[in-house]
């Protein structure tokens, strides 16, 4: 059974870096973990995708051991405007099925 | 831009309408999907589709439906809605391939079942 687990909540202050860690296990052998930030009302909005060690755009980094059973998403200097939620999406394989599981989601608040 | 339209952003209807949810999307995608939003307990996959015609189940099927005709349109349907069918249904849309994990999302639809 697909699992991923998430902090609920985390706080930061301004300027900050921001790490955010994704547990999940039985994750599919070739496929990516993708991270997304929603605000309120909206849908999600993708962020960053990454398979394995460590991957970085514009807006953040993404580290993913070896063994691929965490991801953990990196905010550098983080302001208010990246008060969010913040999902990971594990894809999962096994008996057969395939699942796209998100994680509960981790609330960032940060303070100024 | 990639777009992804949802139909309606509120909707309030009663236990065991017939309740149609549309999402429509302009970048030719390949992906769709629908999922269901709930307080502590995050984004959960109903129903997806890879093609036209073509669905599979999700996490959570039951109590839904769905259709894709055409390929930039996928609808979802409530048979007969209840009230533990309130939430807020989120539709996506990806393409095939490399980029087939970055998910582009509609606003939204948040239903309400009395």
């Known amino acids: 059974l697909a699992k991923t687990t998430q902090p609920i909540s985390m706080d930061s202050y301004e300027g900050q870096e921001v790490n955010i860690t994704c547990s999940h296990n039985?994750?599919?052998?070739?496929?990516?973990i993708t991270w997304y930030q929603q605000f309120p009302s909206q849908g999600p909005r993708f962020i960053i995708q990454?398979?394995?060690t460590k991957v970085t755009n514009e807006v953040a980094s993404l580290f993913i051991p070896a063994d691929r059973k965490s991801s953990t998403l990196s905010l550098p200097r983080v302001s208010l405007s990246d008060t969010a939620v913040y999902y990971c999406?594990?894809?999962?394989?096994?008996?057969?099925?395939?699942?796209?599981?998100f994680g509960k989601g981790t609330k960032l608040s940060v303070i100024p | 831009d990639v777009k992804v339209t949802q139909s309606s952003r509120y909707l309030v209807k009663r236990t065991g309408e017939k309740v149609f949810l549309e999402c429509v999307q302009d970048m030719d995608h390949e992906n769709m999907f629908w999922y269901r939003q709930d307080p502590g307990l995050g984004l959960r996959l109903i129903y997806f589709s890879y093609d036209v015609k073509m669905k599979e189940k999700g996490d959570i099927p039951e109590g839904y439906s769905v259709s894709r005709e055409k390929k930039e349109r996928f609808s979802l349907i409530l048979e007969s809605a209840s009230t533990n069918q309130t939430s807020m249904y989120l539709c996506a849309s990806s393409s095939r391939g490399p980029d087939s994990y970055e998910q582009y999302f509609g606003p939204g639809t948040r239903l309400t079942v009395t």
């Open positions: 999406l594990v894809p999962y394989s096994g008996a057969g099925s395939y699942q796209l599981t």
């Open positions: 039985n994750i599919a052998t070739n496929d990516y």
């Open positions: 990454g398979y394995k």
